[in-house]
């Protein structure tokens, strides 16, 4: 960074050059207080954002953010109305470098900006070099006399370490940029992975939707076999029951029938055994009666014998008279 001498800016100033100090002083006095209170607003903000993001109060860009208000030997600042006959101090911007990145790092870290708001970024960095680097270099002249050369660094001749540093600011932004960029990559390749992924699990779902959905008409089509097999079943049960009183109502009859059987074959059976009585004593009688007969036919043999036998002795008898 370079000192106030590189800039153009003498040690020491004439009697003109404070009186047109004095003049730009008076006039950027109000502009420079509300540059303060913006800075100051933009302090607590960029603290309760940080307190907000996580950030611990101990880290050195928590602490940075916290002594804005502070120059580079650690005082206040000094009245804009001091004493213009001051000798301008050795300055380098290295400090007020140093804070601006802790609260443009810290600003850019909590508030989460991202790469979809460049304008945004750029507004901010522009407004933070020039409250906070510019105005920072005017105050920190204790009330002494400003050169033109430092009036004109916002307008035409701006110093080195503003080119500079604007530079590193931009290329910070750029740098921000394309981390957030690469960031916003890495998310929309992981939003497309998890988008194909989700996509696999809703095509899954899908089948298994119809899985299901075939299983449903299954299991409807197995709910209506097993509605028929049970009507089926009933119709069974009622035509077995009616089959079965009429099966005993059969056997009823079949032992009624049997009984009736029974006692006509018991009344047949004892006319049989009647019969079979009188049959067996006719039988006898008839034997009796054979036997009678066979005596009958005997004796009539022998008397049949005994008439041969008498009419042979009469025949022989009858022929020897024939032969005297």
Known sequence: MEKFSKMGV????????????????????????????????????????ARDAGMSPSSAAFRAISKLDVNNNGGA????????????????????????????????????????????????????????????????????PV???????????????FTEMTESVQFLLEEKMREMEAAVNAERELWQQQEAR??????????????????????ASLERCLQEGKERERSLVEEGAKREAQFKE??????????????????????????????QQEVADNREHLAELQREVERLARERAELEAEAQSESDRAARLRRT
């Not at 049997?258 to 009585?277: P, T, W, Y």
């Open 10 to 49: 003498k040690q020491e100033s004439s009697e003109g050059e404070e009186d047109g100090a004095c003049g730009w002083l008076k006039d950027m006095s109000g502009e420079f207080m509300s540059a303060r209170e913006a800075r100051e607003r933009l302090r607590e903000s960029a603290v309760k954002m």
């Open 77 to 144: 600042h000094q009245p804009v109305a001091a004493a213009a006959s001051v000798k301008t101090p050795k300055y380098s911007g290295k400090a007020d470098w140093e804070i601006f990145h802790a609260q443009f790092e810290l600003l850019a870290h909590a508030g989460g900006w991202s790469i979809e708001h460049p304008q945004s970024l750029q507004a901010a960095s522009e407004m933070a070099v020039e409250r906070e680097i510019v105005w920072s270099v005017a105050a920190r002249s204790n009330g002494g």
């Open 147 to 161: 050169p033109p050369a430092v009036r004109c660094c916002r307008e035409e001749e701006k110093p080195v370490w």
């Open 198 to 219: 989700l996509k696999a699990e809703l095509a899954s779902l899908e089948r298994d939707l119809q899985e299901s959905k075939e299983k449903e008409s299954l299991v």
């Open 250 to 279: 059969l056997l009823r009859s079949l032992e009624a029938e049997k009984d009736n059987l029974e006692e006509r074959l018991m009344n047949q059976l004892a006319q049989l055994n009647g019969s079979i009585a009188d049959y």
